[in-house]
């Protein structure tokens, strides 16, 4: 009776579990390591009802002198396996001084990327294994962060066009380093891993070592862990988005809800809004709980980055895109002459006439003035006031009294006359002492029409 080797059997049962059918093409992130050479000759191994069509994706990042014995050696070894293989060089000249990486990593997953949209293939195959989800994991813990990060490595998640799959997760480094030497399979070392030029280096050569020694079940309670936080956040995620289903109001969130909420509520619900504006720090979210909670200023905004704030307008509360100021229109000013319409957005539009020449809408508003002449359009300014009978009131307090929310503010025109005095906030408020001495034969009027 042979003896089944156990890693291979292992291998199978992982492989079962990834759901990818028989005979189904596959792409395989080979480096010629141990861990992807391994991952090879695992997937080769297969029984055949299920062993996925085999191609090989490989990079030569020109970043030390075996770099060409690699591309040899994979090159030969795919002809002789029959195996396609796409090769790509990340050319010197291209490499940063700095986080180089971090940019060799990116360059290899356009490239993964770039394959599967041209070839149609659905799975990407990298060998990431228990150790490295053990180093990630440490990493993103001195580091500090998102809670959600200390999932670390998903053994499979959508990428590009299809998926990512790793199905050596599960297997230590140790295992498949032992399997490579059984069964005699040929890889390269790459010298850089020796170096403890970076964090992840030092962590895997004196932190993983030390915690194996003091556990060694060290990696699989990594793994349970993980699993575990992964199941506890997939189930909250889901209630914090009913959470914040109920809070939902036109125009945004509403504050009055959200304070209701206990202070966790309040944090995880925030957290996933602040989502919509994609990364942020807990600095920020912070910063935006203070806002929420501050009774002094009913209003405010915040920059979160990728063109998106955070606002408080009165009862009201979420995300905004934001727009570039244009200073050039903010300070424009436009003469009005009479028997014109004078657009001020898609919907609204402001004209002066004669009352006698033109037919009125029963939802138009209204003022009549003393001469037409002089009269210009323009934004607010700082300092601007509102002249009536019971002396001047400034345009800021008028809009705060009102509650109108400060991007709508920005937005709102007034009518002004040639002294440059304010004698209608358009859709606001008018001056009474705007009509003066009209004449009772020629009274012109300034229409604002929606």
């Known amino acids: ?3 089944k080797d156990k890693t ?32 090879l000759s695992l997937l080769q191994r297969l029984p055949e009802k299920m062993r996925p069509t085999v191609q090989v994706a490989y990079v030569d990042h020109q970043l030390r002198e075996q770099s060409k014995k690699e591309t040899d050696f994979i090159t030969k070894y795919c002809q002789k396996n029959g195996l396609v293989l796409f090769k790509n060089v990340w050319e010197k000249e291209f490499h940063p001084k700095k986080g180089i990486e971090e940019s060799a990593r990116e360059f290899r997953y356009r490239f993964f990327e770039k394959i599967m949209e041209e070839t149609g293939i659905e799975y990407l195959l990298t060998a ?3 150790n490295d989800q053990a180093e990630t994991i440490l990493m ?23 998926k990512l799959l790793r199905p050596l997760l599960h297997f230590s480094k140790e295992t498949l380093k032992e399997y490579a030497e059984r069964n005699q399979i040929k890889y390269f070392e790459d010298e850089t891993n020796a170096l403890d030029d970076v964090l992840r280096n030092r962590l895997r050569h004196h932190v993983v ?8 079940h060290f990696l699989t309670h990594v793994e349970e862990l993980s699993l575990q936080l992964k199941d506890l956040l997939d189930y909250s995620d889901k209630k914090i988005v009913e959470d914040c289903l109920l809070l939902k109001v036109e125009g945004g969130y509403s504050l009055e809800k959200w304070l209701k909420q206990d202070e966790s509520q309040k944090r995880l619900t925030l957290k996933h809004i602040l989502k919509q ?11 935006c709980v203070k806002m929420l909670e501050n009774d002094a200023k009913p209003q405010g905004s915040l920059a979160l980055g990728n063109s998106c704030a955070f606002f408080r307008t009165y009862g009201i509360f979420g995300i905004k895109k934001t727009e570039k100021n244009n200073q050039e229109s903010e300070n424009k000013i436009f003469k009005l002459e009479p028997g014109k319409w004078y657009s001020l957005n898609e919907r609204e539009k402001i004209g002066i006439f004669r009352r006698d020449k033109i037919d009125l809408l ?3 508003d209204v003022l009549e003035i003393a001469s037409p002449n002089d009269l210009m359009l323009r934004h607010r300014h700082c300092g601007d006031v509102l002249k009536t009978k019971n002396g001047s009131q400034k345009i800021k307090k008028i809009l705060i009294d009102k509650k109108i929310a400060l991007d709508e503010r920005k937005k709102l025109w007034l009518v002004v006359n040639g002294e440059n005095q304010a004698i209608w906030v358009i859709g606001v408020k008018k001056s009474d002492l705007s009509r ?3 004449n009772a034969k020629i009274q012109y009027i300034a229409v604002f029409r929606k």
């Open 436 to 438: 003066g001495c009209v």
């Open 128 to 130: 990431h294994h228990s």
């Open 1 to 3: 009776m042979i003896m």
């Open 8 to 39: 291979e059997v292992e291998f199978q049962a992982e492989w079962k579990k990834m759901g990818v059918p028989a005979n189904e093409t596959v792409l395989v992130a080979v480096s010629t390591g141990c861990d992807s050479m391994t991952l």
């Open 362 to 364: 029963p939802e138009d």
């Open 140 to 162: 993103k813990a001195v580091r500090g962060g998102d809670l959600e990060q200390l999932v670390g490595i998903k053994s499979a998640r959508t990428f590009g066009t299809g």
């Open 277 to 287: 504006a994609g990364n942020f720090s807990l600095k920020k979210q912070e910063q």
């Open 209 to 216: 070592p030390f915690l194996e020694k003091e556990n060694r």
